[in-house]
């Protein structure tokens, strides 16, 4: 099996998060996506939290599969800024899954539990590398000549910038709205790493 054909596990783990964040709300009632986290869906004690597990169960596993894959598909490029950034947008995923997993927030409880404390932590870490991660792999695209790479690299450092901002100034009914675009621009550029991994294009020297 050829290396590039595990990139297709980034299209999967879109997928399996997609259909979590869409189809979980049918098992929570007064569920309103527009004020409410995505992380309520699968929080521990939520109604819907055995529903978005069993959606969401694609989503980390495929999620690592496809970034180790490009780490060692990107391994011979000559960027090192390129090369970082995406082996930090690996320790990302690796973070998201592990951590998310051993801390679920707990449904009913503030941000003062100990679980929900080291989820927030979680959160922080997961955001602070992404948008590490996004920095340099957009800056060493353009110098690998992956230009198309580099534009996707800046549109989701852009969600994810509108994502914490939005939260933050905008009014609570338009919180979840928000908090979407952050969550949504990391499993969406995993996924384009892992199409690009598929297509063959780190293989390539230009797009």
Request: hydrophobic share 55%; aromatic share 12%; charged share 10%.
């Amino acid at each position: 099996m050829k290396l590039s054909k595990l990139g297709i596990c980034g299209l999967i783990s879109l997928l399996s998060y997609t259909a979590m964040v869409v189809f979980s709300p049918l098992a929570y009632p007064g569920y309103d996506w527009m004020t409410m986290a995505v992380s309520d869906l699968g929080a521990a004690g939520a109604p819907s939290a055995t529903l978005a597990s069993q959606l969401n169960a694609l989503f980390g596993p495929c999620a690592v599969v496809s970034i180790m894959a490009v780490c060692v598909a990107v391994a011979g490029r000559k960027s090192r800024v390129f090369r970082w950034g995406i082996y930090l947008y690996a320790a990302m995923e690796w973070l998201c899954n592990v951590g998310y997993t051993c801390f679920p927030w707990v449904a009913g409880a503030d941000s003062s539990h100990f679980q929900n404390r080291m989820h927030l932590a979680v959160t922080v870490l997961v955001v602070v590398s992404s948008l590490a991660g996004l920095i340099m792999i957009g800056i060493g695209a353009g110098k690998e000549n992956l230009k198309s790479l580099r534009i996707w690299a800046f549109v989701c450092l852009a969600a994810m910038l509108i994502g914490p901002m939005g939260t933050s100034l905008l009014p609570p009914s338009v919180f979840g709205l928000f908090e979407r675009f952050s969550t949504f621009s990391v499993v969406v550029f995993n996924a384009v790493l892992g199409m690009y991994l598929f297509l063959g294009k780190f293989d390539e020297k230009r797009d």
